[in-house]
């Protein structure tokens, strides 16, 4: 059974032709089978035809980076640092204690929310406190199958404690050398073996949280994984500054070159922010075919800094697009994260010639997001013979009109509200833009409840003395003090 879009306005990402106007598309069997002006149909079985007339078909959108679970949390926290975030984050999930049903729901959800806003494909870097379990993975890779959505579950690893290491007297000799107990990797292929047997759209990589937070020997066990199983690597990396600061006090031969000798850059990696890799950092990750996923606008709302997003282009590093989690960006829009990637790089760059093109940016939310991760390497991200069919279809609305240039105007105007449809392996989950697997309004029934409980756990852990908050206030003031950035020029201060 096969479907015909026709009279189809089709944005390709080819620099010389950018968009195909009066095109003909076949998807048949989950796959893009024929694309043209003219294209022979009587080989196909056609059940379905969709006149696309004064409609744009693109491909679908990539989340390259989130934390599905924290929808939960969304817009509970503003002006805080990252790492202080992070704490308050934890513990109100560890006095939530989520049981599966509810991490499924909050997932349910932001799929949705990102089906809607035409993310087809998502990686969630899953972690919960307290810990991971097969039966909370699985909730996760049940809400992709419901939904409908493409994903890749990044189960979180994590052995140390940076900003406690960096509060103690000798912040080296609290290196973790022990070696993990396995159990983590038996959960592991206890998941991947679910997913080969009983999933075509969702797949595992394996997820260290941070190389600061991972000992030499989990990041040893972790490649060791990945290259057993044929699967790929997703971490975070230098997103803030006081992680810069931490890297330089733990290791003296600097953090890149520790992951060089660990073996941990390679193509399989895929690292979320980089905001504070330096010049020979950059050097290294596109030294090994490694990716790089921009979260703008996480980045920018705890602060963090921006990417050095044209540097890392220029030497030829994969750059995707990540929302992060809905309490840090605090939406799951690509859309969103492509304009500011272009919008950031114009601050970031005195040369205008070197800035993120909107086919750039357009291209960071779609075909880069698929290179960046093993999984949907060269089968999702275009609109292409061979291709997955994980395409978009927008009825342009006001914000579209007049539509000039098509390129431009998806990047710098469209919002997610012209989503009319939405093809994922070639099934139609978003329809006159109302989901068609899962009704939405029981989702928001079951989690606003489970949020809410959250909500008061959180108000009565910010009601507490903390001293960690106090410790990491301590040591930014320090960082602020030692890590120079490249904006700090630019700071007010008083």
């Not at 089709?10 to 796959?31: A, N, R, Y």
């Not at 005195?350 to 800035?355: K, M």
């Not at 990491?472 to 630019?490: C, H, M, S, T, V």
């Amino acid at each position: 059974m096969a479907i015909l879009f026709e009279n189809a306005l089709v944005v390709t990402l080819e620099k010389q032709k950018p968009i195909l106007e009066g095109q003909q598309l076949v998807v048949d069997q989950g796959m893009i089978a024929a694309m043209g002006n003219r294209i022979k149909t009587e080989r196909f079985e056609i059940n379905e035809r969709i006149d696309c007339s004064g409609m744009i078909v693109m491909p679908g959108l990539i989340n390259a980076h989130s934390h599905l679970t924290e929808i939960l949390q969304r817009s509970l926290r503003d002006n805080v640092r990252m790492e202080i975030w992070r704490g308050y984050r934890v513990l109100t999930e560890e006095m939530a204690n989520l049981c599966p049903e509810e991490i499924g729901a909050a997932a349910e959800l932001a799929c949705a929310e990102m089906l809607k806003n035409g993310v087809t494909a998502v990686v969630d870097h899953f972690s919960t406190s307290p810990g991971l379990s097969v039966a909370k993975m699985r909730a996760i890779l049940t809400a992709f199958e419901k939904t409908g959505i493409r994903g890749v579950i990044a189960p979180s690893l994590r052995d140390q404690d940076f900003v406690q290491m960096l509060a103690s007297r000798s912040p080296r000799r609290k290196l973790s050398k022990s070696k993990s107990d396995g159990s983590w990797q038996e959960e592991v292929v206890a998941v991947l073996d679910h997913l080969r047997k009983s999933s075509k759209i969702a797949a595992l990589v394996i997820g260290p949280s941070s190389p600061l937070n991972c000992s030499d020997s989990l990041l040893q066990e972790a490649i060791t994984m990945a290259e057993k199983y044929d699967v790929g690597i997703h971490t975070h990396l230098l997103e803030t500054r006081l992680q810069r600061w931490a890297a330089r006090k733990l290791y003296r031969e600097g953090l890149g070159m520790r992951l060089k000798r660990l073996g941990f850059l390679s193509p399989r990696l895929s690292a979320a922010h980089g905001v504070w890799l330096d010049e020979r950092e950059m050097d290294l990750m596109a030294s090994s075919s490694a990716s790089v996923v921009h979260n703008p606008a996480s980045n920018l709302k705890l602060g963090s800094g921006i990417a050095p997003v044209i540097e890392l282009k220029r030497r030829g590093v994969n750059v995707a697009l990540g929302t992060d989690g809905g309490d840090t960006s605090d939406s799951y829009s690509i859309f969103e994260q492509m304009r500011l990637a272009a919008f950031l790089s114009r601050v970031t760059t005195e040369n205008s010639d070197r800035w993120i093109t909107a086919l750039d940016a357009l291209k960071m939310g779609t075909q880069n997001g698929a290179q960046a991760i093993l999984p949907w390497r060269g089968k999702i991200g275009r609109i292409k013979t061979g291709y997955r069919a994980d395409l978009l279809i927008l009825r342009p609305n006001l914000r579209l009109h007049p539509l000039n240039d098509v390129v431009h105007q998806l990047v710098f105007c469209e919002g997610g509200q012209s989503v009319d449809t939405v093809l994922v392996d070639g099934e139609v989950v978003v329809r006159g833009g109302r989901l068609t697997r899962v009704d939405e309004e029981a989702i928001i029934r079951k989690v606003e409840p489970i949020s809410k409980k959250m909500q008061r756990y959180y108000e009565r852990i910010k009601e507490r003395s903390n001293r960690a908050t106090s410790t990491i206030q301590r040591l930014y003031q320090r960082a602020f003090k030692d890590e120079r950035g490249p904006f700090d020029e630019l700071r007010v201060t008083g």
